[in-house]
Protein backbone atom coordinates (compact mmCIF):
# COMPACT_ATOMS: atom_id res chain seq x y z
CA UNK A 1 0.00 0.00 0.00
CA UNK A 2 1.11 3.83 -0.80
CA UNK A 3 1.37 6.15 2.42
CA UNK A 4 -1.92 7.80 0.94
CA UNK A 5 -4.00 4.64 1.96
CA UNK A 6 -2.73 3.95 5.18
CA UNK A 7 -4.55 5.52 8.50
CA UNK A 8 -2.23 7.15 11.25
CA UNK A 9 -1.68 7.87 14.80
CA UNK A 10 -0.61 11.13 16.54
CA UNK A 11 2.52 8.71 17.56
CA UNK A 12 3.12 8.11 14.14
CA UNK A 13 1.88 5.10 13.56
CA UNK A 14 0.64 3.38 10.03
CA UNK A 15 -2.24 1.07 9.47
CA UNK A 16 -4.12 -0.55 6.48
CA UNK A 17 -7.37 0.23 6.88
CA UNK A 18 -10.12 -2.22 6.05
CA UNK A 19 -7.87 -5.68 6.34
CA UNK A 20 -7.17 -7.88 9.07
CA UNK A 21 -4.85 -8.84 9.93
CA UNK A 22 -3.63 -5.08 9.16
CA UNK A 23 0.00 -4.80 8.49
CA UNK A 24 1.43 -2.01 10.95
CA UNK A 25 4.33 0.11 11.48
CA UNK A 26 6.16 4.02 11.68
CA UNK A 27 5.60 6.60 9.51
CA UNK A 28 8.34 8.39 7.66
CA UNK A 29 7.97 11.19 9.75
CA UNK A 30 8.72 9.07 13.24
CA UNK A 31 11.91 7.03 11.17
CA UNK A 32 13.17 10.25 10.66
CA UNK A 33 13.43 11.31 13.66
CA UNK A 34 14.74 8.23 14.95
CA UNK A 35 17.28 8.24 12.55
CA UNK A 36 19.13 5.16 12.17
CA UNK A 37 17.08 2.09 13.96
CA UNK A 38 19.71 -0.49 15.15
CA UNK A 39 17.36 -2.75 17.40
CA UNK A 40 13.59 -4.30 16.99
CA UNK A 41 11.95 -5.31 19.87
CA UNK A 42 8.91 -7.65 18.28
CA UNK A 43 5.82 -9.00 20.16
CA UNK A 44 5.73 -12.92 20.00
CA UNK A 45 2.88 -14.42 17.74
CA UNK A 46 -0.34 -14.82 19.12
CA UNK A 47 0.19 -12.08 21.81
CA UNK A 48 -2.85 -10.01 22.40
CA UNK A 49 -2.84 -6.22 23.15
CA UNK A 50 -5.29 -3.08 24.15
CA UNK A 51 -5.39 0.20 21.88
CA UNK A 52 -2.77 1.93 23.30
CA UNK A 53 -0.47 -0.46 25.01
CA UNK A 54 3.37 -0.74 23.94
CA UNK A 55 3.59 -3.20 20.95
CA UNK A 56 7.27 -3.06 20.34
CA UNK A 57 10.31 -1.00 20.85
CA UNK A 58 12.49 0.64 18.38
CA UNK A 59 16.13 1.33 19.36
CA UNK A 60 18.27 3.76 17.59
CA UNK A 61 21.56 5.58 17.85
CA UNK A 62 19.47 8.64 18.69
CA UNK A 63 16.65 7.44 21.17
CA UNK A 64 14.33 4.25 22.35
CA UNK A 65 10.77 4.96 21.07
CA UNK A 66 7.71 2.61 22.07
CA UNK A 67 5.09 1.73 19.10
CA UNK A 68 1.72 1.45 20.31
CA UNK A 69 -1.31 -0.34 19.72
CA UNK A 70 -3.30 1.15 17.71
CA UNK A 71 -6.69 -0.92 18.31
CA UNK A 72 -7.39 -3.55 20.12
CA UNK A 73 -5.78 -7.69 18.95
CA UNK A 74 -4.28 -10.18 18.25
CA UNK A 75 -0.63 -10.29 16.65
CA UNK A 76 -0.92 -12.63 13.58
CA UNK A 77 3.00 -11.86 11.99
CA UNK A 78 6.05 -10.41 12.98
CA UNK A 79 8.57 -9.27 10.89
CA UNK A 80 11.00 -11.36 11.79
CA UNK A 81 13.57 -10.17 8.93
CA UNK A 82 13.66 -6.55 10.84
CA UNK A 83 15.26 -8.86 13.85
CA UNK A 84 19.08 -9.02 11.25
CA UNK A 85 17.99 -5.98 9.10
CA UNK A 86 16.42 -3.15 11.52
CA UNK A 87 17.99 -0.70 9.01
CA UNK A 88 14.69 -1.51 6.88
CA UNK A 89 12.78 0.65 8.74
CA UNK A 90 14.82 3.83 7.89
CA UNK A 91 14.91 2.17 4.43
CA UNK A 92 11.28 1.38 3.21
CA UNK A 93 8.83 2.28 6.46
CA UNK A 94 5.91 1.64 4.55
CA UNK A 95 6.91 -1.46 2.82
CA UNK A 96 9.51 -3.94 3.76
CA UNK A 97 10.03 -2.27 7.15
CA UNK A 98 6.25 -3.22 8.09
CA UNK A 99 6.51 -4.50 12.01
CA UNK A 100 2.89 -6.73 13.01
CA UNK A 101 0.23 -7.70 11.43
CA UNK A 102 -2.62 -7.24 13.90
CA UNK A 103 -6.13 -9.29 14.05
CA UNK A 104 -8.12 -6.63 14.80
CA UNK A 105 -10.72 -7.48 17.33
CA UNK A 106 -12.62 -4.50 17.52
CA UNK A 107 -11.80 -2.53 14.83
CA UNK A 108 -13.91 1.08 15.90
CA UNK A 109 -10.92 2.67 17.16
CA UNK A 110 -9.46 2.63 13.49
CA UNK A 111 -12.55 5.29 12.61
CA UNK A 112 -10.39 7.79 14.96
CA UNK A 113 -7.49 7.75 13.00
CA UNK A 114 -5.89 10.17 10.71
CA UNK A 115 -6.43 9.66 6.88
CA UNK A 116 -3.18 10.75 4.92
CA UNK A 117 -4.16 14.45 4.41
CA UNK A 118 -5.44 15.06 8.04
CA UNK A 119 -1.90 13.24 8.87
CA UNK A 120 0.27 15.94 6.67
CA UNK A 121 -1.58 18.79 8.38
CA UNK A 122 -1.17 17.21 11.52
CA UNK A 123 2.42 17.23 10.52
CA UNK A 124 2.71 20.91 9.31
CA UNK A 125 0.80 22.26 12.45
CA UNK A 126 3.62 20.28 14.95
CA UNK A 127 6.29 22.32 12.22
CA UNK A 128 5.00 25.60 13.30
Same mark, same amino acid.
Given at each position: ?????????????????????A???????A???????????????? @??? @?????? @?????????????????????????????????????????????????S /?? @??????????????????? /??
Open positions: MTPQELLYTEEHEWIEPGKSPRFGISDYQGELTDVVFVELPEEG @AEF @AKGEVI @ATLESVKATSDVYAPADGKIAAVNSDLEDNPQKINEDPYGDGWLVEIEI /DP @APLEELMDYEAYRKYLDNR /DE
